[in-house]
């Protein structure tokens, strides 16, 4: 599950159910009571006009009743990284240096 900061690889034996909590929020069931939020499915008017969760839940819920292959591991290993966009990690390089410029600009000059 790819969130705008942290991507979350789970194996598909990890996964032990998926819903729609009240505010539309798609939630993916791990083991061990833990959850993890999908943010592009956070509840928004137009996936209550389009019911895009509702989708998605249907959708991880057959994917996870299909047969599965046989090479799947059998203890699951979800891992957590850091989301790597190009166009957002030049944007806040760009936003701190401006920042930075800004601040020494304002020290400098007095303001």
Do not use: Y
């Given at each position: 599950?790819?969130?705008?900061?942290?991507?979350?690889?789970?194996?598909?034996?990890?996964?032990?159910?998926?819903?729609?909590?009240?505010?539309?929020?798609?939630?993916?069931?791990?083991?061990e009571?833990?959850?993890?939020?999908?943010?592009a499915?956070?509840?928004?008017?137009?996936?209550?006009?389009?019911?895009?969760?509702?989708?998605?839940?249907?959708?991880?819920?057959?994917?996870?009743?299909?047969?599965?292959?046989?090479?799947?591991?059998?203890?699951?290993?979800?891992?957590?990284?850091?989301?790597r966009?190009?166009s957002?990690?030049?944007?806040?390089?760009?936003?701190?240096?401006?920042?930075?410029?800004?601040?020494?600009?304002?020290?400098?000059?007095?303001?």
């Amino acid at each position: 599950m790819i969130n705008p900061l942290r991507t979350h690889l789970v194996p598909r034996v990890a996964i032990r159910s998926v819903s729609v909590g009240d505010d539309g929020t798609l939630e993916v069931q791990l083991a061990e009571d833990r959850k993890v939020a999908a943010f592009a499915f956070g509840g928004s008017l137009l996936d209550r006009v389009r019911d895009t969760s509702g989708e998605a839940e249907r959708k991880i819920t057959g994917w996870l009743h299909a047969t599965r292959p046989v090479d799947e591991p059998e203890v699951p290993l979800p891992q957590v990284r850091w989301t790597r966009c190009r166009s957002a990690d030049v944007s806040l390089v760009l936003s701190v240096v401006v920042s930075g410029a800004g601040a020494l600009w304002m020290a400098l000059s007095g303001g």
